[in-house]
Nanobody, 112 residues
Framework: QVQLVESGGGLVQAGGSLRLSCTAS????????IGWYRQAPGKQRELVAL???????TYADSVEGRFTISRDNAKNTVYLQMNSLKPDDTAIYYC??????WGQGTQVTVSS
């Protein structure tokens, strides 16, 4: 099974940008869909964005127009470009391909 590792998180001021990377241990070409999720303190994990094998994307209402998910099959990587960040975006961000196994995630902290 392909393992996914998240990176790219950090501390940023409100209004700033970050790009997260989700790098796979093997080819992602055959993976139907890969999603970015987040979990804020005291809250349930939620789906932020999803990209399907054909390139179609889905976004949570809260990030629509600010975040962009993309996949680079040649690099076995899925990206999440996050613009106009808000303090409410503060969370641990995970990527997952409908697996019961979750990685460590990457922390995103947005200061006001």
């Amino acid at each position: 099974q392909v393992q996914l590792v998240e990176s790219g998180g950090g501390l940023v001021q409100a209004g700033g940008s970050l790009r997260l990377s989700c790098t796979a241990s093997g080819s992602i070409v055959s993976i139907n869909a890969i999603g970015w999720y987040r979990q804020a303190p005291g809250k349930q994990r939620e789906l932020v964005a999803l990209v399907k094998r054909g390139g179609s994307t889905t976004y949570a209402d809260s990030v629509e127009g600010r975040f962009t998910i993309s996949r680079d099959n040649a690099k076995n990587t899925v990206y999440l470009q996050m613009n106009s960040l808000k303090p409410d975006d503060t969370a641990i961000y995970y990527c997952n391909a409908f697996s019961p196994i979750w990685g460590q995630g990457t922390q995103v902290t947005v200061s006001s």
